[in-house]
């Protein structure tokens, strides 16, 4: 399924971004990509900081291509439109949608869900995510990055 399919389904509105909301994303990438290694605070926190630089990765990426999620399910989305932005591969997208539950876990229903280990792969993976993004980005969309 397309993201134009999923335009008609109502699960995205049509979006015109410009330089200036991709470099206010891209602050809040770095933003938060700095503040996942402090080390003062718990460890669900830093993941859940982490696995907000990755969403916003995918917003970026989703925003670029015209587009902004809308309506339940909204993290679900983002995840899943990496497919057709960044074409991130499936296995890639099935752990961001498990760190998307432990985050969800972490974040609702338990404090000390998180291991030192998922943490440290959470930042790895949401470095990973904002390089492919910004490949992507100056790529397919170099009019959108700063001079």
Known sequence: MSLT???????????????????????????????????????DWRFNIAYNAALQSANLALAASGFRARGEAHHHRVIHSLEHTIKLEAKRIARFDAFRK??????YDRAGAVSEKELGEMISF??????????????????LMAD
């Open 5 to 43: 399919e999923w335009l008609k389904n109502g699960w995205l509105l049509e979006h015109e971004t410009s330089r200036q909301e991709i470099g206010h994303l891209l602050k809040l990438i770095d933003r938060d990509l700095k503040d996942c290694g402090n080390a003062s605070l718990s460890l």
């Open 102 to 107: 432990k985050r969800n876990a972490s974040e």
């Open 126 to 143: 949401a470095a990973d995510i904002k390089e492919l993004a910004m490949a992507w980005m100056l790529k397919s969309h170099p009019q």
